[in-house]
């Protein structure tokens, strides 16, 4: 088994849909979830970052935790064109474990 | 959030030479480096970590002395692809992480590798 389990997509909505990114992972001892967003030729940039259980906002984005089904969730609200890009989650226990990350198109 | 640079962004080279890739963060110090290689439409491979001072901890399956890393301080780190072949050629991106709380990874903006 994998420590982090990503869908791959890709995704396609419709701009200000709400878009919905998902991983699991493998581990309860796991204790930093982050979310990083890479356009297409360029390095991967943070977005947000999580230590505990439960929703943390910032503008458009929510990262959403939950170590009791080890899953990590990252929404996007009103999506724009501008969103599309490839999500990747990681997460940190003794060392990083990144998911496969999800392409997400928003068509305009 | 901290910033890391790497140079050069996009480097053509003959098949057979070597490669130097630097990476450096900016505005903290980096305990850890990490190097990863992407290649089309694909995620992020990790190919070593490198702890200022000591040797790299290459993943299984990527050639120690093809891919020289060097972290010889707090701030910089080199990749170096030596004798370079076509199939070498992807995208390098370099990642570092300080002493912060949240242990987070900064990556680089990526160095495109085409080898002729």
């Known amino acids: 088994q994998k420590e982090v389990e990503q869908d791959p997509g890709p995704l396609s909505v419709p701009e200000g849909a709400i878009v919905s990114l998902n991983c699991t992972y493998s581990n309860s001892a796991f204790q930093y979830f982050m979310w990083y967003r890479q356009y297409s030729r360029k390095g991967p940039e943070l977005l947000m970052y999580?230590?505990?259980?439960g929703n943390k906002e910032d503008g458009r984005f929510t990262a959403q935790v939950d170590k009791s089904s080890k899953y990590i969730s990252l929404f996007i609200r009103d999506s724009q064109p501008s969103d599309s890009a490839t999500y990747l989650c990681?997460?940190?226990?003794?060392?990083?474990?990144f998911g496969t990350g999800t392409s997400l198109t928003v068509i305009p | 959030g901290a910033v890391v640079s790497q140079h050069p962004s996009w480097v053509i080279c003959k098949s057979g030479t070597s490669v130097k890739i630097e990476c450096r963060s900016l505005?903290?110090?980096?305990?850890?480096m990490f190097w990863y290689r992407q290649f089309p439409k694909q995620s992020l491979m990790l190919m070593a970590t490198s702890n200022e001072g000591s040797k790299a901890t290459y993943e299984q399956g990527v050639e120690k002395d093809k891919f020289l890393i060097n972290h010889a301080s707090l701030t910089l780190s080199t990749l170096t692809v030596t004798s370079a072949h076509p199939e070498d050629s992807s995208f390098y991106i370099c990642?570092?992480?300080?002493?912060?709380?949240?242990?987070?990874?900064?990556f680089g903006p990526g160095t495109r590798l085409t080898v002729l």
């Open positions: 990681a997460i940190f226990g003794n060392q990083f474990y």
């Open positions: 505005d903290f110090q980096a305990t850890t």
């Open positions: 999580t230590y505990s259980s």
């Open positions: 990642s570092a992480s300080g002493t912060a709380i949240y242990n987070e990874q900064f």
